[in-house]
């Protein structure tokens, strides 16, 4: 294998998608992106590609230029560990905005302290502060 990244399709979201993630993650970072020119297929300004690095994970970001009737899924999410309950609660807050809440954050006994959102774009974050080892 050459390598294998996470694909993110929106459809006309991606731009408001990549600057909250960037707000709510200092470690979010959009390396290379491409928009839709006049008469390329998708809608002008939208995302054709983006590459995002996320701690060290990658991301491939689009809006589609076709429409279609499916979304997300909360089956498939990104799982974020966080270093401490502070950092997780501030990124909990700022991404339940509209949000459909699956688990609201607490110890599950898995961990320390958990949530398990699908944001308001319908990508689905599950937080987490380990607990000790």
Known sequence: MVSI????MFQGAANE???????VFPEFAVERIERYE???GGEEGLVKIAHVSFSGHRLIVIDSPIPHE???TPSIS???DFDGAATMASAF???SKGCKVMMPPDNYGFSERFAWIEDRFGVSWQLNVPGPS
Do not use: I, P, R
Not at 17 to 23: I, N, P, V
């Open 93 to 95: 807050a700022t991404l």
């Open 17 to 23: 998608a990549l600057s909250l993630y960037g707000q």
């Open 70 to 72: 499916f979304d997300f």
């Open 78 to 80: 990104l799982f974020v």
């Open 5 to 8: 990244a996470t694909h993110v």
């Open 38 to 40: 006049k008469g390329e």
